[in-house]
């Protein structure tokens, strides 16, 4: 008998009685199920007793998919995250916690959910709680990864050139007798060890000049000239150089919807979290920066040049404001002040001289946006762009492609869209890495992505190995969040990051590697996608 027969109630058929006894079993079945879930319902909520209001939404059942808020959640959350800054805003260390250091003190598990808690979480708490990313397994992008081990049929694979002429700046300074020696100080070495393909090899070499930035008498301020918004230039006691960005937004707070990327505010903070990021990615590409609170008299204004000191002012509520002189937002509508006169700021540490041994090479970058209201950038017009720059030099062989490629992931996870051109340094040669500089205009946007920031890895589809390993590895070790937020915690404006951009930088982990997966299923071969370089051949010696 065909099996869908069973499902017709036919009064003659002899299995009749039995079929009907046993849909009276199943509904039996159901309604009980029905009342132990409604009982179980009402005793959940009863002890989660978490708002709706707070839930975010997603716009589809794939975990790894783009979190939305409802604009009534969203605003209840903003609401309630404004509560939290103005509770940190209280003198003291500040009390906005991280997810993290939440899930720390109530012993959460990654992912997990709240063991037990009778009450509404205190008003600190975030709400990213409710967000939770699952763990997406990426078993087949790990098969082509140990797959593609020793494979080096790319171009990309082997350094196009022979190897960099010098193997760090220590030797650039020692083949050129007319600069000054290196000495010993923390500045030094941080320079003497800046390399061709990293701007530092461990945080050893780097944690003196943090501890500068951060504590160091401010010696010398005045206005940078070049970029279009406020930034100085500042010289410590000691030897130590740093370009200083001041508080404009702090991270809670989004840029004007009807703004393009180009009139974003500059902001601190997203120059501290990019260097902690970059490190965290393996790259090392971006200089120190830390954050510390200026006070804008004794600091900036008594050490400042003329042409800066005459922009100060004192604002009509009492605080001491600059309005600085630059292309954009350099009026008193737009006044950076402090409170009365501490003002956050971050300092990136300076490279090594660049009218000496630091020399940079200023190159367009390829996948620049158009910086235009009304134009489209030639990569958003061509379906074969990348071909186009794959002939051209340096990004025809060796390593400036993939490193254009480890700009973009560091990118799309910091929601930097303003990457309009990239320094390397001329000592070094073309096959060396690009310096990443200027993150002022990241982590501006926590609940959207950009997925054109990835252009140059979904129209080339290259990835180096080592990087598809680090972000793999954020998939089943500690999440990207938690170490940052970890890392942030060395810096004196922690929390740094609202957990609103904690929670994105997580999925925008997922983002990269979907994307490597798609270039993947469309691939003939995994090794023309994921390119193990050469290294050793690179300095035979070491
Ligand atoms: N840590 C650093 N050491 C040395 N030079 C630096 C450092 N950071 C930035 N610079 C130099 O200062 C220039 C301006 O800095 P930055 O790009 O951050 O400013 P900006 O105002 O954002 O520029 P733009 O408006 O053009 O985007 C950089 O292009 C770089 O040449
Ligand atoms: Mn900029």
């Not at 499902?7 to 039996?28: A, E, N």
């Not at 079945?29 to 708002?51: E, K, M, Y």
């Not at 990213?128 to 997406?136: G, Y």
């Not at 393909?197 to 070049?226: F, P």
Request: hydrophobic letters at 35%.
């Amino acid at each position: 008998m065909a099996r869908h027969e069973y499902l017709v109630f036919d009064l003659r058929r002899p299995g009749r009685v039995r079929r009907y006894q046993d849909v009276l079993k199943m509904i039996l079945i159901a309604v009980g199920c029905l009342s132990v879930g409604l009982h179980i319902a009402v005793l959940f909520r009863s002890t989660f007793d978490v708002p709706c209001a707070t839930t975010l939404h997603r716009t589809d059942t794939e975990p790894w998919a783009p979190w939305t808020a409802s604009s009534e959640s969203r605003k209840s959350s903003s609401d309630q995250l404004l509560t939290a800054v103005k509770h940190a805003d209280k003198p003291g260390r500040p009390v906005l916690r991280s997810p993290l250091a939440h899930r720390r003190r109530d012993g959460l598990k990654f992912g997990g959910q709240v063991k037990s808690s009778t009450s509404l979480p205190p008003p600190d708490v975030p709400l990213n709680d409710a967000v939770r990313l699952e763990r997406k397994e990426y078993k087949a992008l790990w098969r082509h990864y140990k797959a593609t081990a020793n494979i080096s049929s790319s171009p990309y694979a082997r350094p196009k050139q022979s190897i960099p002429p010098y193997r760090n700046m220590a030797a650039v300074y020692a083949a050129n007798k007319s600069y000054p020696a290196l000495g010993s100080s923390v500045w030094d070495r941080f320079h003497a060890g800046v390399g061709p393909y990293q701007l530092y090899e461990s945080t050893s070499a780097i944690d003196g000049v943090i501890k500068d930035l951060q504590t160091a008498a401010i010696k010398r301020a005045e206005m940078k000239d070049g970029g279009t918004q406020l930034k100085l230039f500042i010289e410590f006691d000691g030897s130590g150089k740093a370009l200083f960005k001041p508080l404009r937004l702090n991270s809670t707070q989004e840029d004007n919807p009807n703004h393009f990327y180009f009139n974003y505010f500059e902001r601190h903070y997203s120059e501290i979290a990019a260097y902690h990021l970059d490190r965290i990615l393996g790259f090392h590409r971006a200089p120190p920066v830390a954050g510390r609170h200026v006070n804008l008299i004794t600091d900036i204004r008594n050490k400042a040049d003329d042409n800066l000191r005459e922009t100060f002012y004192i604002s009509p509520a009492g605080n001491i404001c600059l309005t600085g002189s630059c292309k954009y937002y350099c009026d008193t509508s737009h006044g950076l002040c402090g409170a009365p006169e501490l003002l956050p700021a971050s300092f990136s540490a300076f490279l090594p001289e660049d009218e000496g041994p630091g020399l940079r090479m200023t190159w367009r970058h390829p996948w620049r946006r158009s910086y235009s209201r009304s134009k489209l950038a030639p990569w958003e017009m061509d379906s074969n762009y990348c071909g186009l720059i794959k002939t051209i030099e340096p990004y025809d062989g060796g390593r400036r492609m993939l490193d254009i490629v480890d700009m973009a992931v560091l990118d799309y996870i910091a929601n930097n869209l303003d990457r309009h051109h990239y320094e390397t340094f001329y000592e070094f040669g073309n096959e060396s890495s690009p310096i990443h500089l200027d993150h002022g205009r990241s982590f501006n946007k926590a609940n959207t992505d950009e997925p054109t920031i990835l252009a140059p890895l979904y129209q080339c589809c290259l990835i180096r190995r080592s990087t598809l390993k680090r972000l793999l590895d954020l998939t089943h070790g500690p999440r990207l969040s938690e170490l940052l937020d970890l890392s942030l915690q060395s810096d004196l404006l922690y929390p740094v990051l609202s957990p609103a951009h904690l929670n994105a930088v997580d999925r925008r982990v997922y983002g990269v590697l979907d994307v490597i997966d798609k270039c993947l299923t469309d691939a003939t071969n995994p090794s023309n996608v994921i390119i193990q370089e050469d290294v050793n051949a690179y300095f035979p010696s070491s």
